[in-house]
């Protein structure tokens, strides 16, 4: 059940009048460059926008199998989206979504890469920079599938921890801002790597409408079954759930078009349309619990 408070992100969808940007083709998505101050930034500013910021946290499993070393690698650097957002006219528009990975430096949470982190003055050893630069190169495969004047929609491959153990998941992101005041919100919902078809690889969560400017304690799953002479393989690290916000329940019609590969300017439209009913329902079941 959502409270009054979880209920207040949401916020309008208007995607009427919106036009898809002329080469939606797939790909990768951009990066934040280091050195960018999070809670700093400005409308002058490139990234101007905090989306989500989520720190790891080792919370349940085999926790035993990990020295200090290992747990400080997996949970050092926080894992940091952020948009680009203009005002054109009289509407707001969103330029673009990016990712990248943050620490506090001197007490301001900043972006870093695994290259320039030491003259930065990041704490990180070396451990921790190795495993910042394999993440860094994962970056390749978050692949951004639409984008519109005022949505992004990219795709995050992700360990997840079920019931039945750890599977690899997408995690697709939906990004969006109202025009009018430029408020933004993101809906998030999972898709099972193994499954095909349209619709079919929906996973069996509720999506998750989360306010932009979320902070997020990432809590991590331990499986000590996927380590591989006492070191933890990529799979031993799983979510346990997706970042914070209000759970909107799937409705057929978002169901059937959430799971597609891609989105032509037709099917983003249709997108929009049935995730903006989707939480519309919602709100009404919230108004009708009170």
């Given at each position: ?160 921890s079920t019931t039945s153990g750890h599977r690899l998941m997408v995690m697709r992101h939906l990004c969006w801002i109202d025009p009018r005041t430029g408020e933004g919100a993101m ?104």
């Amino acid at each position: 059940m959502m409270n009054r408070t979880v209920a207040a992100i949401f916020c309008a969808i208007v995607f009427v009048s919106v036009a898809v940007a002329q080469d939606p083709a797939i790909r990768s998505i951009a990066v934040i460059p280091a050195e960018v101050q999070v809670a700093k930034a400005t409308s002058a500013d490139r990234w101007n926008r905090l989306v989500l910021l989520a720190t790891p946290a080792i919370h349940s499993g085999d926790v035993n199998r990990l020295n200090a070393g290992m747990k400080s690698a997996a949970t050092k650097c926080a894992l940091t989206v952020m948009a680009t957002v203009s005002k054109q006219s009289s509407q707001f528009v969103l330029r673009e979504v990016a990712v990248g990975y943050s620490v506090p430096i001197a007490g301001a949470q900043t972006t870093i890469s695994s290259s320039t982190a030491a003259e930065q003055g990041a704490d990180l050893g070396f451990i921790e920079r190795q495993v910042l630069r394999g993440n860094e190169k994962r970056f390749a495969e978050v692949k951004q599938i639409a984008q519109t004047s005022t949505l992004t929609a990219f795709d995050a491959p992700t360990i997840f921890s079920t019931t039945s153990g750890h599977r690899l998941m997408v995690m697709r992101h939906l990004c969006w801002i109202d025009p009018r005041t430029g408020e933004g919100a993101m809906l998030v919902w999972l898709l099972d790597a193994k499954k095909g078809g349209v619709g079919g690889r929906v996973f069996d969560l509720p999506m998750r409408l989360v306010r932009w400017g979320s902070i997020e304690t990432r809590n991590i799953h331990v499986d000590g079954d996927a380590f591989v002479f006492g070191i933890p393989s990529e799979t031993a690290f799983g979510l346990e759930s997706l970042p914070p916000g209000a759970d909107i329940p799937w409705t057929n019609s978002a169901k059937q078009v959430a799971g597609r590969a891609s989105y032509t300017q037709q099917e983003v439209i249709e997108l929009a349309n049935a995730m903006n009913d989707a939480i519309t329902r919602s709100k009404s079941n919230l108004n009708a619990s009170r």
